[in-house]
């Protein structure tokens, strides 16, 4: 009886102390997310409110009595856990004068949907900022500068879309995430696509590079010299302001995407 009863005082305290540590788990990840939520738009402690702001309450991201409870936060939703797991924000959607600082976006975040709010940050964004835990991220019209490494995108993002934002460069489609479905870097300054055929990925669908600089087109160039898949399309927009082609030929969406 002796025995059994200090196996069960054992099971009980390491089920409290269990709890104990998960509790503390969670509330060192909600106080990092928090700060991380902090940085991300530019505040490093709740924003003054003054009348002029009282009046935006709409598109506030937060209001004063809402303090560090992140999860109350305009269209920030979180799960059970108080984990922040999907962002969607625009212009129309809240306000943000100090723009986005990318670099602090919460790794847990599953769903990241941006548009319209700049990109702030005297640093270049790298697509290693984007969250390990990414499904599908949009971040869109949001000023955006540097060259996207497509080879360190999440290894379990499904879909991107960086369109009408300042990427230059030459992007690769030699080494996807596996389970990457749809791409869209449409309306930048990419010059250069190179594509490895027998390297995209079975889920991959589509997608789609323009270059908005009229006097500079897209190349394509497939590694072992074959035409580039067509489920990679490359276009430009001209003087006139319409989408061609590497010929020059009017180009003709074949796919959108139900996110645009």
Not at 203 to 226: I, L, M, Q, W
């Amino acid at each position: 009886m002796l025995l059994a009863s200090t196996i069960l005082l054992i099971g009980y305290t390491h089920a409290f102390h269990s709890n104990d540590v998960n509790e503390a788990f969670y509330a060192q990840e909600n106080n990092h997310q928090y700060m991380s939520l902090v940085q991300l738009i530019g505040f490093q402690d709740t924003p003054p409110v003054d009348r002029s702001t009282r009046l935006l309450h709409s598109k506030l991201i937060f209001r004063p009595n809402d303090g560090p409870n992140e999860c109350a936060w305009t269209y920030v939703v979180c799960d059970g856990q108080g984990i922040v797991r999907s962002i969607t924000w625009s212009d129309w959607t809240v306000a943000l004068p100090s723009g986005l600082n990318l670099h602090w976006l919460p790794q847990t975040l599953e769903r990241v949907r941006i548009e319209n709010i700049y990109f702030t940050s005297s640093q270049p964004f790298s697509i290693r900022n984007l969250p390990k835990a990414a499904l599908e991220v949009t971040l869109d019209s949001c000023n955006i500068p540097g060259t996207p490494d497509l080879t360190a995108l999440p290894a379990h993002l499904e879909s991107l879309s960086l369109r009408q934002n300042c990427l230059t460069g030459t992007v690769l489609f030699t080494e996807l995430p596996q389970a990457i479905q749809t791409i869209d870097l449409r309306g930048n300054f990419i010059e250069v696509v190179v594509v490895d055929n027998s390297a995209l990925p079975m889920a991959f669908r589509k997608a789609h590079v323009s270059s908005r600089n009229g006097r500079v087109k897209v190349h394509g160039v497939e590694v072992s010299g074959d035409p580039i898949d067509a489920r990679i399309s490359l276009y430009s927009v001209n003087r006139q302001g319409l989408e061609v082609d590497q010929n020059g030929n009017p180009f003709v969406h074949a796919w959108r995407s139900e996110n645009y």
